[in-house]
Nanobody, 122 residues
């Protein structure tokens, strides 16, 4: 039904950058709004960025606004997250997943990929 493969994470120093990629296998990828989530130790999985199918609208968690940029290439069934000016508090496992057209998490979504680890050292 859905397969999500994230990549691009790594270990970087504070202030550094990473570009995360996600390849999604969905029935009609271009019909889905997509988002990036992250889960830090001891915390819930939070939506940090989302984008509509046409890239006409985006959502960002307040703490990442101005630092993260979400984009997509529907022809490649891919969604990206550019992480700039990284902070230690950005350390988490990052996941991609479809979201609602209102750019909110899909209730009871249960097809998460393995995610990609982002670690930011101080």
């Amino acid at each position: 039904q859905v397969q999500l493969v994230e990549s691009g994470g790594g270990l970087v120093q504070a202030g550094g950058s990473l570009r995360l990629s996600c390849v999604a296998s969905l029935s009609t990828f271009s019909s889905y709004a997509m988002g990036w989530f992250r889960q830090a130790p001891g915390k819930e999985r939070d939506l940090v960025a989302a984008i509509t199918w046409s890239s006409s609208n985006t959502y960002y968690l307040d703490s990442v606004k101005g630092r993260f940029t979400i984009s997509r290439d529907n022809r490649k069934n891919s969604v990206y997250l550019q992480l700039d000016r990284l902070k230690p508090e950005d350390t988490a496992v990052y996941y991609c997943a479809p979201v609602t057209p209102l750019l909110t998490a899909i209730p009871d979504f249960d097809s998460w990929g393995q995610g990609t680890q982002v670690t930011v050292s101080s």
